[in-house]
């Protein structure tokens, strides 16, 4: 159980465009999802926060405007790259944690973001 | 400030054991994870201590001092697929991950 999954796994898009990962819980009720980036050979770093029904709480430093996350549902939650740029290319990396365990990330494969 | 101390790069030999201490500083404490993250892939839960002690799960141990800010991430048995980072991820007051860069592990035959 608790198992994740994210849309695209990988993608290329050109400067200037808009890109949309998917996450989601496939076998549990996610009432908290999380945003990760991590550049190579560098540490996780929290993006952002958000809650079924909330709208997401960003780290500093964090463009709310340039990722959009919506957690529409309690098995859905999307980040959109918008005007993505070269220095957005990253590994993008949800979790998901459910009320009963809800100090437990469950983590999904990750979005390698290439943009050209 | 929030840090985590962690080893860059560690290397073992195939079937022994390796230990993969931690230190960190937080801002209050609930817990601390270790998770295992290969190359181009997500990260991986191996364990969770809130308590001081060891807890022992299979091939892995963990042990938690709270008063030391100290853990280590104890590997028996290694095998070739061991190779990968090790991630050392303290929950502050705010129940929020703190992440260190994690130690590569290598893996000889």
């Known amino acids: 159980g608790a198992v994740v999954s994210q849309h695209p796994s990988r993608v290329i898009c050109k400067s200037g465009t808009s890109v949309k990962i998917e996450c989601r819980s496939l076998?549990?009720?996610?009432?908290?999802m999380f945003w990760y980036r991590q550049f190579p050979k560098q540490s996780l770093m929290l993006m952002a926060t958000?809650?079924?029904?909330?709208?997401?709480?960003?780290e500093q430093g964090v463009e709310k405007d340039k990722f959009l996350i919506n957690h529409a549902s309690l098995t859905l939650s999307t980040l959109t790259v918008t005007s993505a740029h070269p220095e957005d290319s990253s590994f993008y990396i949800c979790?998901?944690?459910?009320?009963?365990?809800?100090?437990?990330?469950?983590f999904g494969p990750g979005t390698r973001l290439t943009v050209t | 400030g929030q840090n985590i101390d962690q080893p860059t790069e560690m290397t073992a030999t195939e079937g022994a054991i390796v230990q993969i201490n931690c230190t960190y500083q937080t801002s209050g404490f609930n817990g601390l994870f270790w998770y295992q993250q290969h190359a181009g892939e997500a990260p991986t839960f191996l364990s969770y201590?809130?308590l001081d002690g060891l807890e022992e799960k299979g091939r892995f141990s963990s042990f938690l001092s709270r008063s030391k800010g100290y853990s280590y991430l104890l590997l028996k048995e290694l095998q070739m697929k061991d190779s990968a980072s090790y991630l050392c991820a303290p929950m502050d007051s705010n129940y929020q991950l703190i992440w260190g860069a994690g130690t590569k592990l290598i893996i000889k035959p």
């Open positions: 201590n809130v």
């Open positions: 979790s998901a944690s459910n009320s009963r365990d809800w100090y437990e990330q469950y």
């Open positions: 958000s809650n079924e029904g909330s709208k997401a709480t960003y």
């Open positions: 076998d549990f009720q996610a009432t908290t």
